[in-house]
């Protein structure tokens, strides 16, 4: 049976708005919701912050230029940890006769290590040794969350991790602008991008969990990201270049997972209908020889990226529209 899910973010800047966006998820994704993401309510709850929320052993706090690693946390950092933990208060109280899978995302080390600045300024990322330290914590970090979302929600057998990688395809084409603004930092290499995405997998696999990656970025190297043995991936489907098609392809003929991102993620001019973006994957299967029949078990329906930007409506109605096309698939 094909599923639905949503990428993870949602509209809203309130504490109510976040307990709507949980019953909306439990409510329309009953085969795969999520905990919800409000990055409205500010940079302690916007994917930065909540990884850093996640992050073991190292300390941050918030600057004029943004999140940056210290040797204390600092106010925002401790309000990333509350925050985290109260909205989990939330996803347990009103998941607690949850049954079933459930899909929690994290920000991944890629993506902190071009957001996330060094303690003396500039982005972990030009530095060797400090993105192998913010990457370890963070995988040590997401086996600490795992268990405690188990322990919240005890009907779940099955918990999928997202890591979330934006940055990825700017990390490994040197496209991530220096501190000044005027340069740009050297290209990870990829056998150093694709260890540093094995350890998140590995981490959660470790946890009992299921590694999924996710990007709606165009030009992340996909290839690399399936190879690093994580079983899902995640994309919008409108920025995969024909490379990235047969990747997904083959983890699908290979049993994994693949999220197709179809339906707006902010609010289109025109609704598409759900026979027009149904129609979309069927074609999309046809033209790479893939069986619906046989691949249908392993492929989900999600908007193109998160719904942070989007209307309370449209998420709504988006949400819908993904559990809608899912079924007729």
């Not at 309510?41 to 210290?70: C, E, I, K, N």
């Not at 204390?72 to 996803?91: E, I, M, P």
């Not at 959660?204 to 899902?232: F, K, M, N, R």
């Amino acid at each position: 049976m094909t599923t639905a899910t949503g990428v993870g973010s949602m509209p809203g800047d309130s504490d109510d708005a976040y307990a709507e966006a949980v019953r909306l998820v439990l409510g329309e994704l009953p085969d795969l919701p999520h905990v919800p993401e409000l990055p409205g309510r500010g940079v302690t709850a916007a994917m930065t912050g909540r990884a850093l929320a996640v992050v073991d052993g190292l300390a941050a706090d918030l600057q004029p230029a943004g999140w940056r690693l210290t040797d204390t946390s600092g106010v925002d950092h401790r309000r990333a940890r509350s925050l985290l933990a109260q909205d989990l208060d939330t996803v347990e109280e009103l998941a607690q006769d949850y049954t079933g899978t459930f899909k929690t995302q994290v920000a991944g080390p890629w993506t902190l290590a071009a957001t996330v600045e060094k303690p003396r300024g500039d982005k972990v990322l030009s530095d060797h040794g400090a993105r192998r330290e913010l990457a370890q914590a963070l995988a040590e970090g997401i086996t600490v969350h795992l268990a405690d979302l188990r322990r919240r929600i005890s009907g779940v057998d099955r918990w999928i991790v997202q890591v979330d990688e934006p940055a990825l395809a700017a990390v490994v084409n040197a496209q991530v602008p220096t501190a000044s603004g005027f340069g740009r930092h050297r290209r990870v290499d990829l056998p150093e991008a694709s260890a540093h995405l094995e350890w998140m997998v590995a981490a959660i696999s470790d946890a009992g969990g299921e590694a999924w990656v996710h990007s709606c970025a165009p030009q992340t190297p996909w290839s690399l990201v399936a190879g690093t043995g994580a079983h899902g991936l995640s994309a919008d489907l409108d920025v995969l270049g024909p490379a990235d098609l047969d990747t997904f392809a083959e983890v699908l003929e290979s049993g994994r997972s693949a999220a197709l991102g179809v339906v707006p993620s902010t609010d289109p001019a025109t609704e598409p209908s759900d026979a027009r973006l149904t129609e979309r994957v069927q074609r999309w299967l046809d033209m790479l020889g893939l069986d619906p029949e046989g691949v249908r078990d392993h492929l989900l329906v999600t908007p193109t990226c998160g719904l942070a930007g989007a209307t309370p409506g449209w998420a709504a109605r988006a949400v819908r529209l993904a559990a809608t096309v899912a079924r007729n698939l």
